[in-house]
């Protein structure tokens, strides 16, 4: 969601923008491509909110971030379809709390094959790891929803969850509606 409609309407200034889901820390860019990428958004005065996949990902999230930290912002998390061991990113995300904005990329997707009764559950398990993991760091989730909107919701609003970044919601419209009624709120990072 483009929040800059919503500061002007506040009244407030707009010195930035937010992409809130660019994944510049991808295996997929060249380097040459990144810092292409990185050097447009500073131009344009976009902040760049990342969140990696693997564990070369992360590391060079840190790594961006470390060097472009008036720019980069990095939440770490497990994607709903990533198959990997959940206790080696939870000691990740709490060795490197300071450097991270949230929790995230996580969520649920049940995007057909990944919605048998065993994926889905699994995908909630491992949602809810990271939901209690938010609280305890007092982290904002950033959250991946296909195909799975009233679930996601629904699972937020029972766990009390309100720092919310919905950055990819598939859901009806019905169901982002309770969301905002639930007052997600939209966070990103500091100026």
């Not at 800059?4 to 923008?17: E, M």
């Not at 998390?77 to 995300?93: D, K, Q």
């Not at 904005?101 to 559950?121: A, H, M, Q």
């Not at 419209?173 to 709120?185: C, D, L, N, P, S």
Request: hydrophobic content about 40%; aromatic content about 8%.
């Amino acid at each position: 969601m483009d929040n800059s409609y919503i500061c002007a309407l506040k009244g407030a200034k707009v010195d930035f923008l937010v992409d809130s889901h660019c994944h510049v820390d991808t295996d997929g860019l060249i380097e040459d491509e990144r810092n292409y990428i990185i050097e447009q958004s500073i131009k344009r005065k976009i902040k760049l909110m990342t969140s990696p996949l693997t564990w070369r990902e992360r590391q060079r999230a840190l790594s961006l971030r470390s060097k472009f930290s008036n720019w980069i912002f990095v939440s770490i998390g497990s994607h709903p379809l990533l198959h990997e061991p959940i206790e080696p990113v939870v000691r990740f995300i709490k060795k490197h709390r300071a450097d991270i904005v949230g929790i995230g990329e996580v969520g649920l997707d049940f995007t057909p094959p990944n919605n048998s009764e065993d994926v889905r559950k699994k995908q909630i398990d491992k949602f809810l790891i990271f939901i209690q993991l938010a609280e305890s760091t007092k982290l904002p989730l950033i959250v991946h929803s296909r195909s799975a909107g009233k679930y996601v919701i629904d699972i937020l609003i029972k766990n009390n969850v309100k720092k919310v970044v919905l950055h990819s919601f598939s859901g009806k419209a019905k169901y982002a509606a309770k969301g905002v009624e639930m007052v997600f709120t939209s966070v990103y990072p500091p100026p």
